[in-house]
């Protein structure tokens, strides 16, 4: 995917469709985004139309002709659904596979049998960011969350030292890791490699996972006190099956796609060859195309086969698997259109200059930007596609590696305090039967400490490497 980003980017017009100034250009990105803002927060309307409809107010305010917006707005949607629109529909056929299979179950239950005591805040952190891999964040969410409340009930912890773990392993594999679609958006739009970029990610997402999970749930424990409503322990999705999947096939088919993708950045590095007939294979094998078909194509026999299921029950579990993730392809989608609007547009290179003025480092910028559009829209899959259109053009000068960590700081600015516009918000608060003023104290401030020492980790891997 990545060449194909790279080629993709290059065809991208040199000449801006508008010869409006800085200024202009300056009051119609904020006029773009304010729509954007104002449609999703106040009016509630849906990311994609609000999206589509600031694309076509940031050309209008930019004094661009509307025929060529809609043209790169077009553009910009098909080109970003072709890059990333299978990995996203392939992820959500793997978690469903996972989910409906019992999969999923199995690696909590085994790994939970294994835990105890002081250790059980880092086995809720293991299994959530095991299991927060291949899964949106909605449902990893909705599969953690009895395992969490069972486990504070039964083993009479707090509920805050369980659950910010498993809450916090979920929301940086959601924003730093490939193939989550915010993560795939920001390396399709900057042209990163995603190999590097998920060696990377992985690197950060370790200590950030840490720090935000296990060490900070014991403030939380303190701050918010509350025991597991007992109203809200659902039905986990394997208690009606026979039998279940093991753990290491389970494993296996989660982390192939990873294994694959880091051993093509790796065969990259050491040989740095085209013509070499093994980087090639590896070339083949590791795209993330390839590397998560594969997954999906495995699972039917590791996850699908021993819990019972026939062929007859492949295709309605795939389009079950499809059905949820419609709107956020066309989420996706039209966040590629906002993009190559602020390019076309010439925002792009406005933000390359202001960068160049300001002596702001690039990827501090970057965070700065995903910060400011998630707290204002809630949303860290838009504040994503948002500021990687907004710093794309930052990319074309740097290396492979500082182009990763681009993306990555926009990964960690995304996450930056989730509030009361965010729909993760009131899915935590509910679940875990919080008042409003608790869930900020827990799951804000969690989401906070992931995204600043995400950011601090980025720039500090950006002076050293």
Do not use: C
Not at 226 to 234: E, T
Not at 249 to 265: E, H, W
């Amino acid at each position: 995917m990545t060449r194909l980003s790279v080629e993709l980017l290059a065809a991208d017009p040199v000449e801006p469709i508008t010869s409006a100034g800085h200024a202009q250009l300056g009051i119609a990105v904020l006029a773009g985004i304010a729509v954007i803002v104002l449609l999703i927060t106040k009016f509630k309307l849906h990311a994609f139309l609000s999206l589509t409809i600031g694309s076509l107010a940031l050309g209008a305010f930019a004094g661009a002709p509307l025929d060529k917006v809609i043209a790169s707005f077009t553009g910009g949607l098909g080109t970003t659904v072709a890059g990333v629109g299978v990995l996203i529909a392939l992820g959500a056929i793997l978690g469903k596979m996972l989910a409906d299979s019992g999969g999923a179950d199995q690696i909590v239950d085994t790994i939970l049998a294994r835990a105890g005591g002081r250790s059980m805040p880092w086995a809720m952190v293991l299994i959530a960011s095991v299991i927060g891999l291949p899964l949106f964040f909605e449902v990893g969410v909705v599969l953690l969350i009895p395992v969490v409340l069972m486990v504070a009930k039964r083993g009479n912890y707090s509920l805050m030292r369980i659950g910010i773990p498993a809450l916090a392993g979920l929301s940086v594999m959601h924003g730093l890791v490939p193939p989550h679609p915010g993560p795939l958006v920001a390396i399709d739009a900057i042209g990163a490699d995603l190999g590097v970029t998920l060696a990377l990610g992985v690197l950060v997402a370790i200590p950030t996972v840490i720090i935000a999970g296990p060490l900070f749930s014991r403030y939380a424990a303190r701050w918010v006190d509350v025991p597991a409503p007992d109203k809200m322990i659902p039905q986990r999705p394997s208690e009606d099956l026979e039998k279940r999947p093991g753990f290491g096939a389970t494993l296996i088919t989660i982390l192939l796609p990873v294994i694959l993708m880091l051993s093509k950045a790796l065969v990259d590095i050491v040989i740095d060859d085209p013509e070499n007939t093994t980087q090639r294979v590896f070339d083949v094998i590791g795209s993330p195309l390839i590397a998560l078909l594969a997954s999906v194509l495995l699972g039917i026999f590791t996850l699908l086969r021993p819990a019972g299921f026939g062929r007859e029950r492949l295709t309605p579990l795939v389009e079950k698997g499809l059905a949820p993730i419609a709107g956020i392809l066309l989420i996706v989608g039209a966040g590629g259109g906002f993009k190559q609007t602020l390019i076309d547009t010439g925002v792009g290179a406005m933000i390359l200059d202001i960068s160049e003025d300001w002596s702001i480092p690039a990827l501090l910028l970057a965070w700065l930007i995903a910060v400011a559009i998630r707290l204002a829209t809630g949303s860290a899959t838009v504040a994503t596609v948002s500021a990687a259109g907004l710093v794309a053009p930052l990319a074309a000068d740097m290396s492979t590696t500082h182009a990763a960590l681009l993306v990555l700081a926009i990964g960690a600015g995304s996450l930056f305090f989730s509030h009361v516009n965010d729909a993760g918000f009131w899915l935590v608060k509910e679940y875990f039967g919080l008042n409003v003023g608790q869930t900020i104290k827990t799951w804000s401030v969690m989401e906070t400490i992931i995204s600043v020492v995400a950011g601090g980790l980025v720039l500090l891997l950006s002076l050293i490497i």
